[in-house]
Nanobody, 120 residues
Framework: AVHFEVSGGGSVQTGGSLRLSCKAS????????MRWYRRAPGNECELVSS???????YYADSVKGRFTIAQDRADNMIYLQMNSVQIEDTAEYYC??????????????WGQGTQVTVSS
């Protein structure tokens, strides 16, 4: 079954860094683009970043220049390097494959997310 094991969250102060990891399983990883989503309390699910098969990346305006998505397709892993974090980055973070419905991005249907809490 499709599953995403997400880790690396935690508490960090404003301006700090975290690296999130996602181990994917249950599908042919090398055939799919990958995405990072997040949901902050009271907010809707947001697509934070994505990477396609050619390595082209997308970043939400709110994280552009601070977050970097990377992949290790040999190990079915994607990463989200979060630098210069801000209070507004506080959220539960999830990863998902591109073929999955985007409206399920933060559902936890295919694995739990990881909580990132940024404090001043």
């Amino acid at each position: 079954a499709v599953h995403f094991e997400v880790s690396g969250g935690g508490s960090v102060q404003t301006g700090g860094s975290l690296r999130l990891s996602c181990k994917a399983s249950g599908f042919t990883f090398e055939d799919q683009g990958m995405r990072w989503y997040r949901r902050a309390p009271g907010n809707e699910c947001e697509l934070v970043s994505s990477i396609d098969l050619d390595g082209r990346t997308y970043y939400a305006d709110s994280v552009k220049g601070r977050f970097t998505i990377a992949q290790d397709r040999a190990d079915n892993m994607i990463y989200l390097q979060m630098n210069s974090v801000q209070i507004e980055d506080t959220a539960e973070y999830y990863c998902a494959a591109g073929f999955l419905p985007s409206n399920y991005g933060c559902s936890g249907h295919w694995g739990q997310g990881t909580q990132v809490t940024v404090s001043s």
